[in-house]
């Protein structure tokens, strides 16, 4: 499922505009105009969702004698149909974690126009060998995704865990970051159907959640979530875990290519659109810390990271670095008290 531009009339972006100055006040309203001055305006049109939430996190104006409970529903049903404005499919019901009010409990309903919006900037995209094939999960394997978003996401956390990319036993099967296939039924209990890719490597087909190849990188992170907080809830009521590139990058060999390793025209794309969706992303989560996942990841960070946002770096649990094949769920545990998190 993909996201499709929301056609847009002169007489319903005139009644959103005054919507939004009434909403926000003047002053945020102008703010929110002019970080999207830059965009061009046609009849179709996204919304733009790294301005909108960047722009209006300030309280709005309550001097007004409703009470606050009359103030809190009338600002979630105004904030859902501002973000069903820009959906030409309904929103479905679901338990999405509470943010903000300005975000009127919605915070899943960004998280996944997020995605779509980096899938369509993705989608365009073309790669030079020794890349023959491009997986995305996001569109794939959207179904899980958005249950893993569903179930866990949405809420504001202390700590933004930022990996690279899928790998092709992890997410790249599961759609779910670091998603090793048992972890991600048994522990996460991730449901969703799976579609094939319009192009596989023969070596490197996509099975879905009940792949039986394990993902030693998964089984590292999720193994320590289970084994430091025993179950998904109190992990995730501080942590979020995101994929900072959602595509897998396969040669001709079956040999995964990783981001880093790609030309420097495609680096500079993947960039582009990757640091859009992951502003966005802390502009939603108000994380206190956003850590890479490795050393791509950990430079993402920093690039992206505004004022007032601690970021570091963790060591990458892939076999691949002999240092995390000998206890690396200790050392991790080290770096993030290091970094400021009580564990």
Not at 35 to 59: C, D, E, I, P, W
Not at 138 to 153: F, I, M, N, Q, T
Not at 294 to 317: L, S, T, W
């Amino acid at each position: 499922m993909s996201m499709r531009a929301a056609v847009v009339s002169e007489q319903s972006e005139s009644k959103t505009t005054e919507k939004k100055r009434k909403k926000f006040g003047l002053e945020h309203f102008s703010s929110y105009e002019n970080n999207n001055s830059s965009r061009t305006r046609t009849r179709t049109q996204q919304v733009s969702l790294q301005n909108y939430y960047s722009s209006s996190a300030t309280a709005p104006d309550t001097t007004h004698s409703k009470t606050l409970e009359e103030e809190e529903q009338q600002q979630g049903q105004e904030e859902q149909e501002e973000l069903d404005e820009g959906l030409t499919v309904p929103v479905q019901a679901s338990s999405c974690s509470p943010v903000d009010s300005f975000q009127g409990g919605r915070g899943c309903e960004v998280l996944l126009r997020v995605v779509d919006e980096l899938v369509e900037a993705l989608s365009p995209l073309t790669f030079k060998a020794p890349v023959a094939f491009v997986y995305n999960p996001l569109v794939y394997a959207r179904e899980p995704h958005e249950d893993y978003v569903r179930k866990y996401g949405g809420r504001k956390v202390e700590v933004l865990l930022v990996g690279m990319n899928p790998g092709p036993f992890g997410m790249a099967q599961t759609g779910v970051p670091f998603g090793d296939s048992v972890f991600v039924r048994n522990f996460l209990h991730v449901t969703g159907k799976v579609q094939s890719p319009e192009s596989m490597h023969p070596k490197r087909p996509i099975l879905g959640l009940t792949c039986p190849r394990r993902e030693v990188s998964g089984q590292r992170l999720w193994g320590w979530v289970q084994a430091r907080f025993g179950s998904p809830a109190p992990f995730f009521e501080r942590f979020w875990v995101h994929n900072y590139c959602p595509l897998l990058f396969v040669e001709a060999s079956g040999k995964n290519r990783t981001p880093d390793k790609l030309t420097a025209i495609e680096k500079d794309s993947v960039i582009s659109a990757c640091n859009m969706a992951l502003r966005a992303i802390m502009a939603l989560l108000q994380p206190r810390l956003v850590v890479g996942v490795g050393k791509y990841a950990g430079q993402r960070v920093k690039e992206c990271a505004g004022p007032g946002v601690q970021v570091g770096d963790i060591m990458h649990p892939s076999p691949a670095n002999p240092k995390a094949n000998k206890d690396w769920d200790m050392l991790v545990e080290s770096q993030l008290r290091a970094l400021g998190v009580d564990l």
